[in-house]
């Protein structure tokens, strides 16, 4: 009885031990893709230093002196651009912040007149700029008047973070396996955000404008006819020679 069981438990014991191992692999194999999910997650500069769209400020200084009021031509145009860039990208209204018990403080009233006159030139409406008085920290200085509205920005960052050593280490895993440190990639998002037009082209494409139909129709009518859909140049044109880097 007895060595009839011997057999019987030897057989039970490599089975299990088969089974042991089967489960070790497995189980191998599924933290080594986690691991790699995760390096992946960490190794896409895209997610580590991601585009936001957010709300941000844009604003204009005019300075004015104690002894002049109104605004000189170069203040003017600044005045005017900012008018123009509001109508395409303001989401609120223009806030004017006017320094009062500054030495130029009379001669600033009078040149937010002016302002306000070129603003609603520019487009701004009158209900959408609003005044406020703002007292200097050192009143000896020559304050400005700030002009400011939000708007519609994309932005990434900061850079410059460097929690781990670049360095040849033994102890280092940046450097022994060949991963992208934490700071690489995020001046180009930076630079990218700063750089984009409209903020929301980096979420969604524009929308299509309409086909241009009788440059289509032209097209169509001579694939009908057998002809070529090619632009014909005269051989004048063809002869020509470019004057690029003469």
Not at 69 to 82: N, Y
Not at 99 to 113: E, I, K, L, Q
Not at 134 to 160: F, K, M, V, W
Request: include cysteine.
């Amino acid at each position: 009885m007895t060595h009839t069981a011997q057999p019987g438990r030897r057989h039970l014991l490599r089975l299990s031990g088969a089974l042991i191992g089967l489960s070790t692999i497995l189980g191998g194999c599924h933290t080594a893709s986690e691991d790699y999910l995760a390096s992946g997650a960490a190794d896409d500069y895209r997610l580590r230093h991601p585009i936001a769209i957010t709300e941000a400020t844009k604003t204009t200084v005019v300075f004015v002196g104690h002894g002049r009021g109104g605004l000189t031509a170069t203040q003017r145009d600044d005045v005017m651009g900012l008018a123009r860039t509001w109508v395409r990208e303001g989401t609120g209204g223009v806030l004017a912040e006017v320094p009062v018990d500054s030495p130029n403080a009379r001669a600033a009233a009078a040149t937010m007149g002016e302002i306000r006159s070129v603003l609603m030139a520019g487009g701004v409406p009158a209900n959408g700029i609003a005044t406020r008085p703002y007292r200097p920290a050192n009143p000896q200085e020559l304050t400005p008047i700030r002009l400011s509205y939000t708007r519609i920005a994309a932005t990434a960052g900061p850079c410059g973070t460097w929690p781990d050593d670049l360095g040849p280490n033994i102890d280092n895993p940046l450097y022994n396996e060949n991963k992208q440190y934490y700071n690489f990639g995020c001046a180009t998002q930076r630079n990218l955000a700063a750089m984009v037009a409209n903020p929301s082209d980096l979420v969604q494409p524009r929308s299509e404008t309409p086909a241009y139909t009788m440059r289509r129709t032209e097209g169509f009518e001579k694939y009908r006819q057998g002809n070529s859909t090619a632009t014909a140049y005269p051989e004048g044109e063809k002869a020509k020679l470019s004057d690029v880097g003469k």
